[in-house]
């Protein structure tokens, strides 16, 4: 293999398991902007910055009468079929047509040359 489908792959590996910490990672200040009537609460009444973080929730106390700590948003994910054409890895085998190759929930573009024409998406996370 060469450098650049190990690199690719470990990029994708990396993000494939930063998406399973999600549940642990501590929430983005993305994921915690919130309009406050949109909160709901996580923690229990009271409780302090520092706890509500320590439990993986948002800290926010400028608006009175709405809960202060409160549940992050779902990280919105994307699927998108990368632009760049060498560092595509490869979801199909030489000669493959797009059906089969959108059946197998992969990318197909059938060009350029010498490289793969049915290949893996990649998982981005979407901006606030
Ligand atoms: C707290 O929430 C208010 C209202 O949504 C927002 O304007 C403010 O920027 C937030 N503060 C921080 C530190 O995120």
Redo the contacts with the bound molecule.
């Keep these: 293999m060469d450098l650049k489908v190990v690199c690719a792959l470990a990029i994708t590996l990396l993000i494939a398991l930063s998406t399973l910490a999600e549940g642990i990672a501590p929430p983005t200040?993305c994921q915690?902007k919130l309009?406050?009537r949109e909160r709901t609460n996580c923690g229990y009444p009271g409780i302090s910055a520092v706890e509500c973080k320590k439990i993986g929730c948002c800290f926010?106390a400028?608006?009175p009468g709405v809960p202060w700590c409160y549940n992050p948003r779902a990280k919105k994910v994307k699927k998108v079929c990368p632009n760049e054409p060498y560092t595509r890895i490869n979801c199909g085998h030489p000669g493959i047509k797009a059906r089969e190759c959108q059946k197998k929930g992969c990318c197909f573009r059938a060009h350029p040359a010498g490289v793969p024409w049915c290949f893996y998406h990649r998982v981005m996370e979407e901006a606030c």
Aim: hydrophobic share 30%; net charge positive.
């Design positions: 200040k915690c309009v406050p926010n400028s608006v």
